[in-house]
């Protein structure tokens, strides 16, 4: 793909990160989830093996899901899904009807397809569908979902009032969102992050304090906005996860000490639709 044919509203570094240079392929990373994880305690115990890191990236997972209500039988949305294992994670574990995961990448999509052929083709067809858009400008109709989340995508995205609009307006009256991502609690926080860390420098993770995505959901009529921080259960755990390869003061080991700076948390983000 060239700069040329990259689709509209995708930003240079999010169009290389996940397409040429292919994240998912990073050993740090694995078994083809790209977020940090979350950590219980005892993961930070041992060496963890490759089977305990992708367990994390699924625990994530698992933690937005559990506060997005009941899932049995519902439609469910996953914005910025990667490769679509946490599709398929919601699909065997939580029991929806219909999983949509949605990416602003082609090539990310294309990686999904084949990673879910099985669940695409098999028995389970036509329960979950890999859709190309943007988390600003959702291809759906109104009120198509019960439940919309989202996993570390919302750092990449251009404009969390759009998105926070768009949420609103695809989930059904009594929907429910839950979004985990990093922000930076700090609104001055943003040249030091630059120099901390590459993906800030570079623009593909943008510095905005959680109140901006918050804001922007009480802003499109959601209620029941909470903010939650689960930075304990990502960065020291990320942290160890990392201290096998990379040595302190590199990118990434860095987001540690963002976080113990206060610049820098991860949080889990839910509100609901008014009926
Ligand atoms: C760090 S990866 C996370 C993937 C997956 N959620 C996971 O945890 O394995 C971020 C994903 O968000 C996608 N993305 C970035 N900006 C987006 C946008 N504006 N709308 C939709 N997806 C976006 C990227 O293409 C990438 O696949």
Redesign the pocket.
Known sequence: MTQEDRPE??RAT?QET?GPAD??AVPV?AG????FGYWRPEDLDGPPTVEDRIRT?QD??RRVLDTSGPLSGARVL??????G??CALALEEYGPDLVTG????PQ?LDRARRANAGLLEGAGAGRLRLVR????RMPFEDAEFDCVY????AQ???DLGLFAAETARVLRPGGRTAVTSFFAPDPGAAPRLAELLDTFADGLDIARPPAELTDALVRSGMADVRCESIGPSVWPGWDHWLSAQWKPGTWPRNFLYAWEQGLLDYYVITAVRPR
């Open positions: 509203g995708m999010v996940y994240l998912s990373f083809g989830f790209i977020n990236q994530l997972y996953e914005v910025g899904c990667g490769l294992l946490g949605m990416d602003i990448h990310q858009g943007a988390a600003e989202s996993v570390e995508a990449h995205f251009d």
